[in-house]
């Protein structure tokens, strides 16, 4: 019962991974979670495979240890996805200061206007300077090579039609990441002295990352989420996504200090 359920699970979620393609979004969240679910169904699930190789990898004390190292590691990374995933949850939790600025991460601006996921921030930005009326926000994110325009662009255009004073919209279209969003962003607001507890508005699965990219910059300012509403499209293949960016940036990524 327990494998049929876990079968039918893996289907689902296969699916789930696999749909975003259709809609040009493809990134390593997609192909770990891809992965997964096909070891899964092809071998954990398929018990004449699972027996064969089991037996195989016993029968020589070698092949014996590298099944149990195997074995621990799965369940390790398994452990580390759930605790992740419900920190990543907490930290999206965590309320904005009062008049903090908000700082919109960029996403993909195409020909058509902002994808699905820079839409959601753009309306998610809106709704926080409704109601925060002495605040304003930073708009980040230059012109990528999958980008029509500049993303803060995209995002300031947007947010006028939305009837958004723009004296309280601050372009930045230089940045090129999420890190360089953050960095680039609090240096305007430091320069025209704008209030520096910050705001960060983007999907709950991007909170921990930008968080994580604030405190390595050494910005001492109180950090609150403004979480857009995230398509069901997307949502598993961008949380496992962080499950790989997290860590790459904590142990890997190592830049200069903002000054």
């Given at each position: 019962?327990?494998?049929?359920i ?8 296969l699916?789930?991974?696999?749909a ?10 997609n ?12 071998f ?13 990898c016993?029968?020589?004390?070698a092949?014996t ?19 992740i ?11 904005p ?17 902002p994808?699905?996921?820079?839409y ?6 809106k ?11 930073v ?12 993303e ?13 004073n ?7 279209d ?22 520096k ?16 990219i ?9 950090v609150?989420?403004v ?12 949380f ?20």
């Amino acid at each position: 019962m327990y494998l049929c359920i876990l079968r039918i699970l893996a289907v689902i979620f296969l699916i789930w991974f696999i749909a975003p393609i259709f809609k040009n979004y493809f990134n390593h969240g997609n192909r770990l979670g891809i992965a997964i679910c096909l070891y899964i169904l092809l071998f954990y699930t398929n018990t004449p495979v699972f027996e064969y190789v089991k037996s195989f990898c016993h029968s020589s004390p070698a092949l014996t240890t590298i099944w149990n190292i195997s074995k621990w590691l799965i369940y390790a990374f398994v452990a580390y996805a759930i605790i992740i995933t419900l920190a990543m949850i907490i930290v999206s939790l965590i309320k904005p200061k009062e008049k903090a600025t908000a700082v919109l991460l960029g996403n993909r601006a195409t020909k058509d206007g902002p994808s699905d996921l820079l839409y959601g921030r753009i309306m998610a930005t809106k709704a926080y300077l409704d109601s925060s009326k002495d605040t304003v926000a930073v708009l980040s994110g230059g012109k990528t090579k999958k980008d029509y325009i500049a993303e803060a662009k995209c995002a300031y255009t947007a947010l006028t039609k939305l009837g958004v004073n723009s004296d309280r919209l601050i372009v930045e279209d230089k940045s090129k990441s999420t890190y360089e969003n953050i960095l680039f962003s609090y240096r305007i607001i430091e320069d025209l002295q704008k209030e520096k507890n910050l705001a960060i508005v983007s999907d709950s699965f991007h909170q921990l990352r930008a968080r994580l990219i604030v405190r390595k910059l050494g910005i001492k300012a109180k950090v609150g989420a403004v979480n857009a509403r995230t398509s069901f499209l997307y949502i598993p293949s961008y949380f496992v996504r962080e499950w790989i960016a997290l860590p790459f940036e904590l142990l890997f990524r190592f830049r200069p200090h903002r000054q």
